[in-house]
Each structure stands twice: as C-alpha cells, then as structure tokens.
C-alpha cells in the first residue's frame, strides 16, 4: 500500500485528483499507513475542491474513523524525531512531516536515513526526492530520485517526469 500512496501523493501534486474516488483511495491508503493528519488533509482539500461531500456514502466510514483517531502534532513530531534510532523510525516520522506539507523537515529525516543504514535505501531515497521536489529543490530531487532502483525505480521515473515539468 505504501507505494499507492506514493503514487496518489504525486498525482496530488501534479493536480491530478480528479474524482471522488481518486480523494477516497487517497485517504484510506493514507490511514491505512497511520498517516491520519495527511488522510484529513485529503479530505478537506477534496471538500475544498467540490469533488468530496463527507456525509456522501463513500466518505461518512473515512470521516468517522478519522475523527476517532489520534493525530499527531508538530509537538509530537519533534518528540518522535528524538527518539526514532533506527532508519526506518526516521522515514516513518518523514513521512508523517511529509503529510502535513513540511517537506525541509522530511528531506532532513530522508537524508539521516539514508546516511544511517538500515532501512530500506529506495524507499528512503524516493521519499527524499518527493520531498525535495514538493520544495522545489529540482536538482537535490533529481538526484535522490535517479539513485532509486528495483521496484521503486518506475515510480521514481514519474517522479523526475513531475521535477522536470513541475518542480
């Protein structure tokens, strides 16, 4: 599921969500990661596009699950950033400053992760480079991006395709 949500976060940036469905898929992969701040967001941007109506069928089970859910705060992410030891516990809280747009701070944890070992190198690269491009570091994200192999590598193409037109 992780990968969908990689890819839903570059049609998001591309402006490429376009139905309710596209918002609905968006949300529940990013819940399903316990991103509950970045599936929130999701929904009100989708509500703020006219394209989600949270009391519709397809939404009333997303918007409820997520009230009841603990979402973190800046604070929280500070204090998870001190104690994450390993490389994945950074790309993990990455990615939770990912979803509620600080990318500078993302790139940060990215770039420890990869320094440090341990994780998965692809997945902290990719993750790296979306950041990166989301801040419109276009050369930093380049590189990130083109050092991204096996099964993520297709994705990092359509990522460097957005860096290219977009970023």
Same mark, same amino acid.
């Given at each position: 599921?992780? !990968?969908?949500? =990689? ?5 998001? $940036?591309? !402006? ?7 918002? &609905?898929?968006?949300? %529940?992969?990013?819940?399903?990661? +316990?991103?509950?701040?970045?599936? +929130? &967001? ?12 949270? =009391?519709?069928?397809?939404?009333? =089970?997303?918007?409820? @699950? ?6 973190? %705060? ?10 994450? +030891?390993?490389? $994945?516990?950074?790309?993990?809280? !990455? ?5 509620? #747009?600080?990318?500078?701070?993302? &790139?940060?944890?990215?770039? *420890?992760?990869? %320094?440090? #070992? ?10 790296? @480079? ?5 801040? @419109?570091?276009?050369?930093?994200? *380049?590189?990130?991006?083109? &050092? ?8 990092? *193409? ?6 290219? %037109?977009?970023?």
């Amino acid at each position: 599921m992780e !990968g969908t949500l =990689d890819l839903l976060r570059l049609l998001q $940036s591309a !402006g490429a969500l376009t139905t309710a469905n596209d918002y &609905s898929l968006f949300a %529940t992969a990013a819940a399903d990661q +316990q991103n509950f701040v970045e599936a +929130q &967001s999701v929904i009100d941007a989708g509500v703020a596009a006219q394209k989600v109506n949270p =009391d519709s069928p397809l939404f009333r =089970d997303i918007v409820v @699950g997520l009230k009841a859910k603990q979402k973190l %705060t800046a604070a929280d992410l500070v204090d998870a950033e001190k104690a994450a +030891q390993t490389a $994945s516990q950074m790309v993990r809280v !990455g990615d939770r400053y990912f979803g509620m #747009g600080q990318y500078d701070k993302a &790139s940060g944890l990215y770039r *420890k992760a990869v %320094t440090k #070992g341990g994780a998965d190198a692809n997945i902290a690269n990719l993750h790296l @480079g979306m950041a990166l491009a989301r801040s @419109g570091d276009k050369a930093g994200a *380049k590189a990130a991006l083109e &050092s991204v192999t096996g099964p993520r590598a297709e994705l990092a *193409k359509y990522w460097l395709l957005y860096v290219q %037109t977009h970023a």
